[in-house]
């Protein structure tokens, strides 16, 4: 009989204790990357890809200014690369014929020397112009804003036939954070940090559906006021296609 009531004992007990193997912390959800976007260079807007709220892919393109000043530039470029390196086959060939005349004694070293040195100014000449080819093309990338990773438009300050002045003071930007990866912060006292850092899963809890984190950021220094109790900031990166705006309550789940 003493046996078969240790054995109840033992069942209840576990059966209040499992429940304390799991702590759940509360959080916020955040995104993981936002940036907020603006050109180095100044220009009519001429095209606004998307609007807020849109999606938009890795490489996207959001806003474009006229280039139109820039794309001939480009093509002339284009055109001088082109023309410096005909030249430059054209003397590499007579250097080759004239070398040949040198060695069978038939044209003199100055004549040579003269060739190797036209030569050589014409190859200067094709570095100089792929290094304006290489400008160009940088200048006509630096008037189309791409989107740096798969994100959500969440403002944007540009419209279409506005005047962008890069220099000014506070210029137009278009801010983007990233789609697919979130963050859930929070901030918890010592006990619950050390209960983390050993935890052998973590999961985040929103609404009804649950989500395997896939990346911590753990504080090492308390936040500031906390002295007395001291407490850590900490945040954990998750992933879903779906939009989770951020301030959405969640909690974190410490197996």
Known sequence: MDF??????????????????AENVEAQ????????????????????KLKVGSR?????????LDSSLLEIAHSRSVNAVQIRETEVDEYRAMMEREQTLFDEGSLSAVSLDQTALELSRRELALSNAKLELKQTGYMLELALLRAPFDAWIVDSDFTVGQYVYHESEDPPVITLAERGR???????DAQTLSAIENAKELKIIVGDSVYVTVGARLGIEPVSGSSGN?????????????LIRPGTACSISVF
Request: proline share 1%; glycine share 8%; aromatic share 14%.
């Open 230 to 242: 001291s407490r850590y900031r900490v945040a954990f990166e998750f992933t879903s296609d779906d």
């Open 182 to 188: 979130y963050l859930a912060r929070a901030v918890v």
């Open 4 to 21: 078969i009531q240790r054995i109840f004992l033992m069942t209840v007990l576990f059966g209040f204790s499992a429940p304390l193997l």
């Open 56 to 64: 938009v892919a890795m490489n996207g393109q959001l806003v474009t």
């Open 29 to 48: 959800v955040d995104w993981n990357r936002r940036v907020a976007m603006g050109f180095g260079i100044s220009g009519h807007v001429k095209l606004v």
